[in-house]
């Protein structure tokens, strides 16, 4: 069964300071592995795949195979990166995504 | 184009009322998830629909809940005779018809609607 592991439910830093979100998965095959974001009062969005190996607003997420893992990093937050965020797994085969429970980011001016 | 759409936003029922959830995809989307996110956890799946299908069902509660996706309008969940541990919100999805060589596609989720049952 797939699972994703998101340890932390909250998550503060300073503006300018190094953010990783941490995201582990559970899953026998081969996933694609997504983070979504929700900013305040926003719709939840797609923020990054890791097919795209791209860097959206500044954030990159490498897929770790032998951890398991989908750490999301910035190498300077911005306060408006405050927002929740969610890792996603979708199974081979699969058309629905499976969601950790999200990390509320906050960035301290 | 206006994103997926979900109404009401908020919505009140009593215990043992029906709740009717409505979800219009995105222009040119065909596919539509549901999803329901309780209180302190992520989005769990309920079921996946296209145009008259229902795809993937696998995450619906076996008793109260069903969903539909008719030719013409909106996407419905409907669950039955509510109980308190059906408050929760619901997020509607939508993705176009290909997943493209990769596989791999964009769900666009609707602002939600919240269910509260007193």
């Known amino acids: 069964a797939q699972r994703v592991t998101q340890p932390e439910k909250l998550l503060s830093v300073f503006k300018g300071a190094p953010v990783e979100l941490k995201c582990n998965y559970s899953?026998?095959?081969?996933?694609?592995l997504f983070w979504y974001v929700q900013y305040s009062r926003q719709r939840l969005q797609l923020l990054l795949r890791?097919?795209s190996r791209e860097s959206i607003k500044g954030f990159t997420a490498d897929l770790n195979k032998g951890e398991t893992s989908f750490h999301l990093k910035k190498p300077f937050a911005q306060e408006e990166d405050s927002a929740m965020y969610y890792c996603a797994l979708k199974a081979t085969g699969a058309n629905n995504l499976f969601f950790g429970t999200g990390t509320r980011l906050t960035v301290i001016p | 184009n206006a994103g997926v759409m979900q109404n009401p936003r908020h919505l009140v029922r009593r215990r043992g009322q029906e709740a009717r959830l409505r979800c219009s995809p995105m222009k040119g989307h065909s596919h539509v998830y549901w999803y329901r996110q309780l209180p302190e956890e992520g989005l769990k799946f309920m079921v996946y629909l296209q145009k008259e299908n229902i795809i993937d069902e696998s995450g619906m509660p076996k008793e109260r809940f069903s969903a539909e996706f008719p030719k013409e309008g909106p996407s419905i969940l409907r669950i039955q005779q509510v109980v308190r541990g059906d408050s929760a919100a619901y997020f509607c999805?939508?993705?176009?018809?290909?997943?493209?060589?990769?596989?791999?596609?964009?769900?666009?989720f609707g602002p939600g609607t919240r269910l509260t049952v007193t």
């Open positions: 899953y026998s095959g081969s996933p694609e």
């Open positions: 999805a939508s993705s176009p018809p290909s997943g493209g060589t990769s596989g791999a596609y964009e769900q666009y």
């Open positions: 890791h097919i």
